[in-house]
């Protein structure tokens, strides 16, 4: 990869011209702020400093700028290149600031005040991760003189993105013992299912959600370890799957400056986790591309196979990723050559309808020994609703699914445009073809899955064509493809302004993320725990069932005692059901609740509240109220409640039973 490096003035006018904008759009953003808290700026000293420094910040970077286009130009550049001229016995000088502009902005979003005050003011956020930035840009100039001014604020950007991701991925990893967030208790649960016999002393079915997911999530369960091992486990887990397709995709590109590998790696890193890709289906990527061979037809079935397998058990549109993946790096590295378009499409064209026939068997395989009754129950979402209006900005997901996907490939497109502007003779129209029918096939797709209600809050259902998009991505612009006149490719020089537009969604989508780690009252959620055991062991007095519909890891890791596991109506189970109107499973779910079934039923705080269309996930809060919750309260009365731990108690009605 080569780039073409901005002069010094170039990169100056563009970055003071980023640190105009940001001080002002934060100051508008801070005033919409004041108002919606019903804030009277003009009487909060704090306001008025914070508006006032904002103005400042702005107007300062303002005057340089306009001295850039002055006589004033190179007395300027002499000013702000000050770094060069530090002496080398000093350059060690560089390294604190170094390191506080790599953790800064992570440090300052992780204190409760400001991630709670200014945490969603995007412009805000943008300004603070930008002041670090320049901070580092200097500090790593006074250590490496010789380093370009723009490959400093790549160094800079990327270091800080993968810190902040780093911190926010472990700051889940806590002692507390209940569910942190509607999923995680599931997370916990269902890979207990998998040792069930170990765990609770009979075998119960095994998980229909995400079953390769908990497989690998069940390892902590072959030994007494506490929730947070547990945690952290699932922690390291998504970093070293996500993160081992970079080595393995770089292995293939062979780039030989180590310094621009490392770049790169960071890059990918962060692409990946864009999505996000969940760490389950980085296995099936990670098996091809170490096992496609052009040379080796075995070892590439081989790896088809085991991939396609690996998607059976894990999600039904991820059945033709293993075959699709072989496919397109056999239409990157092989010619035609004159060949028969059937004869040279033979081949992938097997590995894509084998690979699908076999992920289908292997998910019928693993729904055969699961012990599940109902195969159906494995297809919910393929008759859930569709929200069309999801595709566009909306509550839930306020780029909207099109405009987000669209915006986080763009910059990935634009390249490959040019790539193949230089060298699109080089490639034969057949290959380019059926490459970018794939993509497209993976990009309708994937809009499709996140319009399935349960979905549209981010971009992690476009997961399979990320990774296809950076793999064609990256076979092109390190040219690692093989031109059809049998000339040796030769990768592009790129425009600095392409790097700097590749940066901004997979930066902007990890610094936009909240970092805190978990603060809690150790002697409140112990008490919690001891009441709940008391209700435990109370209606174990009476002869009672007790349903979990959520926190079951209380019960896989034995923090609650004498506790008999119902395995049906888990949360996400119970939501899945729901969302895909499954009438067996919710007439089975109403008739046990009119019947009073349980003794005692441990869940959320329910508050029947039906919600207008324009709320965040208004249809899937609608679908619970009215197909779980409803035939809940309708039944049962809250008991008792542990509004800090989102736990409450549910106990049968008596007498004339009251609806909501």
Same mark, same amino acid.
């Given at each position: +990869? @080569?780039?073409?490096?901005?002069?010094?003035?170039?990169?100056?006018?563009?970055?003071?011209?980023?640190?105009?904008?940001?001080?002002?759009?934060?100051?508008?953003?801070?005033?919409?702020?004041?108002?919606?808290?019903? $804030?009277?700026?003009?009487?909060?000293?704090?306001?008025?400093?914070?508006?006032?420094?904002?103005?400042?910040?702005?107007?300062?970077?303002?005057?340089?700028?306009?001295?850039?286009?002055?006589?004033?130009?190179?007395?300027?550049?002499?000013?702000?290149?000050?770094?060069?001229?530090?002496?080398?016995?000093?350059?060690?000088?560089?390294?604190?600031?170094?390191?506080?502009?790599?953790t800064g902005y992570t440090l300052v979003f992780m204190q409760p005040f400001v991630r709670d005050l200014f945490g969603g003011e995007g412009w805000f956020r943008f300004l603070v991760f930008w002041l670090f930035n320049l901070l580092g840009i200097f500090s790593l100039k006074t250590i490496r003189k010789n380093l370009h001014w723009f490959t400093t604020f790549i160094i800079i950007t990327l270091c800080q993105s993968i810190f902040h991701l780093l911190v926010a991925n472990f700051s889940s990893v806590t002692d507390y013992p209940f569910a942190m967030g509607w999923?995680?208790?599931?997370?916990?649960?269902?890979?207990?299912?998998?040792?069930?016999?170990?765990?609770?002393?009979?075998?119960?079915?095994?998980?229909?959600?995400?079953?390769?997911?908990?497989?690998?999530?069940?390892?902590?369960?072959?030994?007494?370890?506490?929730?947070?091992?547990?945690?952290?486990?699932?922690?390291? #887990?998504?970093?070293?799957?996500?993160? !081992?397709?970079?080595?393995?995709?770089?292995?293939?590109?062979?780039?030989?400056?180590?310094?621009?590998?490392?770049?790169?790696?960071?890059?990918?890193?962060?692409?990946?986790?864009?999505?996000?890709?969940?760490?389950?289906?980085?296995?099936?990527?990670?098996?091809?591309?170490?096992?496609?061979? @052009?040379?080796?037809?075995?070892r590439t079935w081989l790896a088809v196979i085991l991939a396609s397998i690996w998607c059976g058990w894990s999600r039904v549109n991820w059945y033709p990723m293993p075959g699709m993946i072989a496919a397109v790096l056999y239409l990157l590295e092989t010619q035609v050559n004159g060949s028969k378009p059937w004869r040279y499409l033979l081949k992938p064209a097997l590995w894509f309808v084998i690979g699908i026939l076999i992920a289908f068997t292997a998910q019928r395989t693993y729904i055969a020994i699961s012990g599940v009754t109902d195969s159906q129950f494995f297809?919910?979402?393929?008759?859930?609703?569709?929200?069309?209006?999801?595709?566009?900005?909306?509550?839930?997901?306020?780029?909207?699914?099109?405009?987000?996907?669209?915006?986080?490939?763009?910059?990935?497109?634009?390249?490959?445009?040019?790539?193949?502007?230089?060298?699109?003779?080089?490639?034969?129209?057949?290959?380019?073809?059926?490459?970018?029918?794939?993509?497209?096939?993976?990009?309708?797709?994937?809009?499709?899955?996140?319009? @399935?209600?349960?979905?549209?809050?981010?971009?992690?259902?476009?997961? !399979?064509?990320?990774?296809?998009? #950076?793999?064609?991505?990256?076979?092109?612009?390190?040219?690692?493809?093989?031109?059809?006149?049998?000339?040796?490719?030769?990768?592009?020089?790129?425009?600095?302004?392409?790097?700097?537009?590749?940066? $901004?969604?997979?930066?902007?989508?990890?610094?936009?993320?909240?970092?805190?780690?978990?603060?809690?009252?150790?002697?409140?959620?112990?008490?919690?725990?001891?009441?709940?055991?008391?209700?435990?062991?109370?209606?174990?007095?009476?002869?009672?069932?007790?349903?979990?519909?959520?926190?079951?890891?209380?019960?896989?890791?034995? +923090?609650?005692?004498?506790?008999?596991? $119902?395995?049906?109506?888990?949360?996400?189970?119970?939501?899945? +059901?729901?969302?895909?109107?499954?009438?067996?499973?919710?007439?089975?779910?109403?008739?046990?609740?009119?019947?009073?079934?349980?003794?005692?039923?441990?869940?959320?705080?329910?508050?029947?509240?039906?919600?207008?269309?324009?709320?965040?996930?208004?249809?899937?809060?609608?679908?619970?109220?009215?197909?779980?919750?409803?035939?809940?309260?309708?039944?049962?009365?809250?008991? !008792?409640?542990?509004?800090?731990?989102? $736990?409450?108690?549910?106990?049968?009605?008596?007498?004339?039973?009251?609806?909501?």
């Amino acid at each position: +990869m @080569k780039i073409t490096q901005p002069t010094p003035i170039q990169f100056w006018r563009s970055a003071l011209s980023i640190s105009t904008a940001l001080p002002f759009l934060s100051l508008w953003q801070m005033g919409a702020l004041a108002n919606r808290m019903g $804030i009277d700026i003009s009487s909060r000293p704090a306001w008025i400093g914070l508006t006032v420094s904002l103005g400042v910040m702005g107007i300062i970077p303002l005057l340089f700028l306009t001295l850039t286009w002055s006589r004033f130009q190179e007395p300027f550049l002499n000013l702000i290149h000050f770094p060069e001229r530090v002496k080398n016995n000093l350059r060690w000088l560089g390294i604190p600031f170094l390191v506080i502009s790599i953790t800064g902005y992570t440090l300052v979003f992780m204190q409760p005040f400001v991630r709670d005050l200014f945490g969603g003011e995007g412009w805000f956020r943008f300004l603070v991760f930008w002041l670090f930035n320049l901070l580092g840009i200097f500090s790593l100039k006074t250590i490496r003189k010789n380093l370009h001014w723009f490959t400093t604020f790549i160094i800079i950007t990327l270091c800080q993105s993968i810190f902040h991701l780093l911190v926010a991925n472990f700051s889940s990893v806590t002692d507390y013992p209940f569910a942190m967030g509607w999923s995680e208790t599931s997370r916990y649960y269902y890979p207990s299912l998998f040792l069930s016999e170990k765990v609770y002393g009979q075998p119960y079915p095994f998980p229909i959600l995400h079953p390769t997911l908990h497989l690998l999530l069940a390892p902590p369960y072959l030994f007494d370890v506490p929730l947070w091992v547990h945690r952290l486990w699932q922690a390291t #887990l998504r970093l070293v799957f996500v993160g !081992a397709i970079v080595p393995v995709l770089l292995k293939r590109l062979s780039i030989e400056e180590k310094n621009t590998r490392w770049l790169v790696a960071l890059w990918m890193l962060l692409f990946l986790f864009m999505g996000p890709l969940y760490f389950h289906l980085a296995v099936p990527v990670i098996i091809v591309l170490i096992g496609f061979s @052009k040379e080796n037809d075995r070892r590439t079935w081989l790896a088809v196979i085991l991939a396609s397998i690996w998607c059976g058990w894990s999600r039904v549109n991820w059945y033709p990723m293993p075959g699709m993946i072989a496919a397109v790096l056999y239409l990157l590295e092989t010619q035609v050559n004159g060949s028969k378009p059937w004869r040279y499409l033979l081949k992938p064209a097997l590995w894509f309808v084998i690979g699908i026939l076999i992920a289908f068997t292997a998910q019928r395989t693993y729904i055969a020994i699961s012990g599940v009754t109902d195969s159906q129950f494995f297809y919910t979402s393929l008759s859930s609703d569709l929200l069309w209006y999801r595709l566009l900005p909306n509550e839930s997901y306020f780029l909207g699914i099109l405009p987000g996907a669209i915006l986080a490939s763009l910059a990935v497109w634009i390249v490959i445009y040019l790539v193949l502007r230089v060298h699109k003779s080089k490639i034969h129209s057949l290959r380019l073809f059926f490459i970018f029918s794939a993509l497209t096939v993976l990009f309708l797709g994937g809009l499709l899955v996140s319009l @399935k209600i349960g979905g549209g809050a981010d971009l992690h259902n476009m997961d !399979a064509y990320f990774v296809l998009l #950076l793999i064609v991505f990256a076979s092109l612009m390190f040219a690692q493809y093989r031109s059809e006149n049998k000339e040796e490719a030769q990768p592009i020089q790129l425009h600095w302004s392409l790097i700097a537009l590749l940066l $901004i969604m997979p930066v902007w989508s990890q610094w936009k993320a909240g970092v805190g780690f978990v603060n809690y009252d150790a002697d409140q959620a112990q008490t919690t725990e001891k009441v709940l055991q008391e209700y435990v062991d109370k209606v174990n007095e009476q002869g009672g069932e007790i349903l979990f519909i959520t926190q079951r890891q209380l019960i896989s890791m034995d +923090m609650l005692k004498h506790v008999t596991l $119902i395995p049906e109506y888990e949360r996400e189970d119970l939501m899945e +059901m729901a969302m895909g109107d499954n009438t067996h499973y919710l007439r089975q779910f109403r008739s046990d609740m009119e019947n009073q079934r349980f003794a005692l039923i441990v869940v959320d705080p329910l508050n029947f509240n039906i919600m207008t269309s324009h709320r965040s996930f208004a249809e899937e809060n609608n679908v619970w109220v009215r197909r779980v919750m409803k035939h809940i309260l309708c039944n049962y009365r809250q008991e !008792a409640i542990f509004s800090q731990d989102d $736990i409450a108690l549910y106990v049968p009605q008596i007498g004339e039973r009251q609806c909501p």
